[in-house]
């Protein structure tokens, strides 16, 4: 069974970044710079046209989103979640720490100074409209469960 990753996205700035980065892919050309070289060559190797879809979280406070990205795999189903709906979903291809294109693609969040530098490059994206009740109806969370 797949695991699935729960990504709420519905702050103005994680739409913003949802259009930058996964529904605009980032072009690889314009970032390989600030990439390893062994992560560029498996991205090309994946995504042949030369864009990859990214998103990234912050650290957190404590650390304690770090924690939770270390435990996504490569193949885990990610839900983006806002606006009372799962509105898209991707597959992880990999994930990688990486400050320097965080802060290009994204800059820092203005409240908390921390950029979106736990990443993940993903494939197999897709639209969905899965209102919130209707999902916490189907996995048996409790009805006003907010992602």
């Known amino acids: 069974m797949s695991q699935i990753v729960l990504q709420p996205s519905g702050s103005r700035e994680a739409v913003e970044h949802y ?3 996964i529904t605009e892919p980032v072009k690889l ?5 600030k990439l390893d070289p062994k992560l560029t060559k498996f991205l090309r190797s994946i995504f042949q046209n030369g864009q990859v879809p990214m998103w990234g979280i912050t650290p957190g406070g404590n650390g304690l989103n770090v924690t939770k990205w270390e435990r996504v ?4 189903v990610v839900l983006f979640a806002g606006g009372s709906e799962i509105f898209g979903s ?14 290009h693609l994204w800059g820092a969040d203005k409240e908390s ?3 979106w530098e ?6 197999d994206i897709r639209e969905l409209n899965i209102p ?5 109806r189907a996995v ?5 469960n907010v992602i």
């Open 19 to 21: 259009g930058n980065t």
């Open 29 to 33: 050309r314009e970032v390989k710079s």
């Open 73 to 76: 795999e490569p193949g885990a």
């Open 90 to 103: 991707g597959v992880v291809v990999t994930k990688f720490h990486n400050k320097a294109l965080a802060k």
């Open 113 to 115: 100074g921390m950029t």
């Open 118 to 123: 736990y990443m993940y490059a993903l494939t």
């Open 132 to 136: 919130y009740k209707d999902f916490n």
């Open 140 to 144: 048996g969370y409790k009805p006003k």
